[in-house]
Each structure stands twice: as C-alpha cells, then as structure tokens.
C-alpha cells in the first residue's frame, strides 16, 4: 500500500501537472471504485470542474475541484495514478483534461475508492485520523505514547495514532531506532522514543526525495518506480545478512502483517 511518501510525492507532482486544468470528461469503467454518490451524480457535479488545490492527508489524495467539492483519492493496496495519453491496461477511472492528458486512477485489484464531498474534513477516515507526522515536533510526538501499552510496531501503523505510517517505513524506523518491534511502548524511554523520531523524520524525508518505493504496483506520476526501495534496510530482506551488524534478518507477523527484523541488533 503506497504510505506518505508515496502519497506526497504524486500530491507534489500532480500539483505541477493539473492545476488550473479542466476536467472535460470523465471516463467511469468501473463503478465500484466511486463511493457516496452515484457515478451519474459523480459526473455531474465534476465534469467542466478545474483541479484548483491538491492536499494529502496521511494516505489519502484530496483534490479541490470548486469552492465546496473536493474529490477524494485514497489507493488503497493496489492503487495508482497516471497522467498520459495513452490509457493504461488498470485503468478505472479516467478524467480527460483540457490539456489532451489523461489522468487516470489505475488499480489493479479494485480495491482503491474515489469520493465526491463538499468538505474533505468531514469524511470519516479523515475525522479519524491521527496528527500528521511533520507536524509534531519531537516533544509531542513523544507525548503520544504517554500511558500506551502496545507493541510499537503496531501502533506506528495504526491510523488513528499517526497518520500516513505503513508497514514498510514503520519497520524500517524500528530497525534504524535499534528497537525490536514487538517492545512494549511502556518499556521504552524518552530517549529511545526520541530516536525513533528521528529515524521517521530521516527516513520519510529521504523518501519523498526519492520520490518513494515501488513495492508493489506504485508507481511516480509518469510511470516510472520510486527510488527508494533499494535503500530499505530491513523491509523484504528476510535470510539477508543485516547490513548493521551481519546476523540473518527474520520474518514474524506482528500485528497481523509481516515483519522484518534484525534480532541481534535489535532489542
């Protein structure tokens, strides 16, 4: 699933692609994706419409179409979006410009969603969520943990917590913090909690300079993969030697999802 990095770094490049562009007309092949309104509704209220204003909240697209009609990306696992003239094999959703592109949201699977909603604040997975990475400073970022009980892992993934983390750079910022990923946040210090604010900070920042990981089917605004992949330390690296301290890296569901991990280096 494409996390912050990932998000923002398509939030950046649409902002310089489709501002001001007009949406002449809006191809629906597959009316599963569009929610909370009917796709002739949808149409309606969107066709002849301009992308005025481009916003990410944790990992969901927000586009300003009027003074009080937004739409709505979130990609979901699967999803991803493209801006070209050609029309690609997952394409579901195609807006036309009024510059002769494309953009289109591509999903694979399906499984992605596309909203219509006159102020994206009221959406319940936005009212839901937790503050914004970047937007905490180190003390209150700390603050956050104060009387958890969790395993840290987790809880940096939950969205209700701290929006935008996924699976992917929550391990990877354990492992740069030196912390095992199933640690009670109760056990962790000032210090420890510290660190992994600032190995997030460091880690999400090189990322969206990378313009983030194609780990499965993300991909950048003109269809090329992200860059930073290759630069993941733990994330995928099961039975490979850990480049901190050269002990095999081990595989444990934590939380329900996959995790990876160096045991000797990480405690």
């Known amino acids: 699933m494409p996390e912050l990095p990932e998000v923002e770094t398509i939030r950046r490049q649409l902002e310089k692609k489709i501002i001001n562009r007009k949406i002449e007309e809006i191809i629906i092949k597959d009316k599963r994706l569009i929610k909370g309104v009917s796709p002739r509704v949808f149409k309606f209220e969107a066709e002849g ?76 997975v936005v009212k839901k969520m937790g503050p914004e990475f970047f937007d905490l400073k180190e003390k209150e970022f700390i603050e956050l943990f104060k009387n958890k009980r969790t395993k840290i892992k987790p809880l940096l993934m939950d ?70 992949a290759p630069l993941l330390k733990v994330y995928g690296r099961e039975g490979q030697a850990c480049f901190r301290c050269g002990y095999s890296i081990e595989r444990k569901v934590i939380g329900g999802r996959g995790t990876y991990f160096c045991p000797h280096c990480q405690k």
Not at 87 to 105: A, C, G, M, P, T
Not at 174 to 180: K, L, N, P, Q
Not at 189 to 196: A, C, D, Q, V
């Open 159 to 228: 969205q209700s917590f701290l929006a935008g983390i996924g699976n992917a750079y929550a391990q990877e910022a354990v492992f740069c913090a030196g912390i095992h990923p199933q640690r009670s946040v109760d056990s962790l210090s000032k210090k420890e909690l510290g660190k992994i604010y600032s190995c997030l900070s460091a880690i999400l920042k090189e990322a969206i300079k990378k313009k983030g990981s194609s780990l499965d089917t993300y991909r950048q605004l003109n269809g090329s993969p992200g860059n930073y």
């Open 49 to 124: 419409a301009s992308f005025k204003r481009i916003l990410r909240r944790g990992k969901v697209l927000i586009f300003q179409i009027k003074e009080k009609t937004f739409l709505i990306f979130h990609l979901r696992i699967s999803g991803w979006v493209i801006l070209s003239k050609n029309i690609e094999k997952f394409s579901r959703v195609i807006f036309r410009l009024s510059d002769n592109n494309n953009f289109q949201f591509c999903d694979q699977r399906a499984l992605g969603e596309i909203r219509l909603i006159g102020d994206w604040r009221n959406l319940a």
